[in-house]
C-alpha cells in the first residue's frame, strides 16, 4: 500500500501530467477504468503500472483479475495518493502508467488507408481526443497531429478519447506540408474542412476515394495557404439557427460521411 502522497514514486506520476515529464520518460497517465481496461485488452505489454484504492479494486474485479492474467502488478494506494496521481478532479479510483507508442507516419500510410484525419495545430485536449474517437468509430485507418497541436498523450487528450487512442495509430511532430506529401504518395486525396467551402452534401460523390481529411486550428482554422494545399475545401452546412459547430463535431461529420460513401454497395 502505497499512503504517502509526497513520495517519489507518487510525484513521478503525477509528474506526467505535464509535456516535458512525458517526454523525458517516453511514458503517459491512463486514467479511469474504461481507459485502463482499453490498454490491457489492447497494449498490455506497454503498461507500465496499475494504481488502484480500496474501494476501487472491490467494485473492478475484472480489471484487477485481466491485469493480474497478464502478469502485471496492481498497486494498492490511499484515496489521497490516487487524488495526487491524477490529473482529474475527481478521479475514479484507478489509473495506470503507459509507455508511449506514436506510429511513424510512413508505417501508418504504409498499409493503403483509406480514411484518416490530420490535425492542423490542434491546441484543445478535448477537441484532439474527441477527432481519435471519432475516427475509431468511423473506421478511420488512422490519425495525423501537425503543427503545434496538442500531444497526443496529453491526459486531457486521453481521457476524451475513452480508450480509442489504444485502437488508431496516431502519428505526431510532422510537419503539415510532410503529412500532405505523404498522404498524396500514398493515394489519398485531401480535403480540408473550412466555412469557405463546399457544402459536403454536394461533394458525396467523391467521397469514395481514400481520403486524409485536414482539420485546422479552433479558433483561426486553416489559412488561405493551408487551404491551397487541399484538393477540394468543404463546410458542414449550418441548416438551423446555430453560429457554428464545435470543431471536433464537425471532424465527426465529416469521417462519417466518408466512411458511409466507402462502405456503401
Keep these: 500500500m502505497i499512503d504517502n502522497p509526497r513520495s517519489p514514486r507518487v510525484r513521478a506520476v503525477a509528474k506526467l501530467a505535464k509535456r516535458h515529464a512525458r517526454a523525458e520518460t517516453g511514458v503517459f497517465l491512463v486514467e479511469g477504468p474504461q481507459a485502463v481496461a482499453e490498454a490491457l485488452a489492447f497494449k498490455a505489454d506497454l503498461l507500465v503500472d496499475i494504481f ?3 474501494s476501487a479494486r472491490e467494485r473492478l474485479t475484472d480489471l484487477v483479475q485481466a491485469a ?8 494498492n494506494v ?3 495518493v ?3 496521481m491524477a490529473d482529474t478532479v475527481t478521479p475514479q479510483g484507478v489509473l495506470a502508467t503507459c509507455r508511449q507508442f506514436p506510429t511513424p507516419m510512413a508505417d501508418l500510410l504504409a498499409t493503403g488507408p483509406r480514411l484518416i484525419a490530420v490535425l492542423e495545430e490542434i491546441r484543445d485536449p478535448g477537441n484532439a481526443g474527441t477527432i481519435i474517437r471519432a475516427a475509431d468509430a468511423a473506421g478511420a485507418d488512422g490519425v495525423i497531429f501537425t503543427g503545434n497541436s496538442v500531444d497526443a498523450y496529453n491526459p486531457k487528450v486521453v481521457r476524451s478519447t475513452t480508450g480509442s487512442i489504444f485502437h488508431v495509430p496516431v502519428a505526431q511532430n510532422g ?3 510532410e503529412a500532405l506529401a505523404a498522404v498524396r504518395g500514398a493515394g489519398m486525396q485531401v480535403l480540408a474542412a473550412d466555412v469557405k467551402g463546399a457544402d459536403l452534401p454536394r461533394v458525396r460523390d467523391i467521397l469514395t476515394t481514400p481520403t486524409a481529411w485536414l482539420f485546422g486550428n479552433e479558433a483561426r482554422g486553416l489559412t488561405d495557404e493551408q487551404l491551397r494545399l487541399a484538393d477540394r475545401v468543404v463546410k458542414v452546412p449550418i441548416y ?5 459547430l464545435n470543431l471536433a463535431t464537425a471532424a465527426s461529420v465529416c469521417l462519417y460521411e466518408s466512411a458511409f460513401a466507402q462502405r456503401s454497395p
Design 240 to 244: 438551423g439557427h446555430a453560429e457554428s
Design 52 to 54: 488502484i484504492t480500496r
Design 175 to 177: 510537419t503539415l506540408d
Design 68 to 75: 493480474t492474467d497478464r502478469g502485471i502488478d496492481v498497486v
Design 78 to 80: 490511499s484515496d489521497a
Design 82 to 84: 490516487l487524488d495526487t
